[in-house]
């Protein structure tokens, strides 16, 4: 079974950074379309960024200019570089390989 492995998450003051981490397997990361989604409470889970086999990479409207979604194929990781984080990206954050396979989550929390 394919596994993915978030890490990175934690408490930040508004206005600070977080990198996020998912490690994949080299068969999925260098190969495979790759995402971040994140879920909130109450909230459905939305797609934060994508980043295509192609290195094509898209944002959702309310981090754009301050997320960056990237990847690593040596070392078979993507990150999640997150500035001047607001409360409002508070959730849980899951990266997917292939848009089906999914990693047990990371909390990330901003405090005002």
């Known amino acids: 079974q394919v596994q993915l492995v978030e890490s990175g998450g934690g408490l930040v003051q508004a206005g600070g950074s977080l990198r996020l981490s998912c490690a994949a397997p080299?068969?999925?990361?260098?190969?495979?379309?790759m995402a971040w989604y994140r879920q909130a409470p109450g909230k459905q889970r939305e797609l934060v960024a994508y980043?295509?086999?192609?290195?094509?990479?898209n944002y959702v409207d309310s981090v754009k200019g301050r997320v960056t979604i990237f990847r690593d194929n040596a070392k078979s990781t993507v990150y999640l570089q997150m500035n001047n984080l607001k409360p409002e990206d508070t959730a849980v954050y899951y990266c997917?390989?292939?848009?089906?396979?999914w990693g047990q989550g990371t909390q990330v929390t901003v405090s005002s």
């Open positions: 997917c390989a292939r848009w089906t396979i």
């Open positions: 080299r068969s999925i990361s260098s190969d495979e379309d």
């Open positions: 980043i295509t086999r192609g290195g094509v990479t």
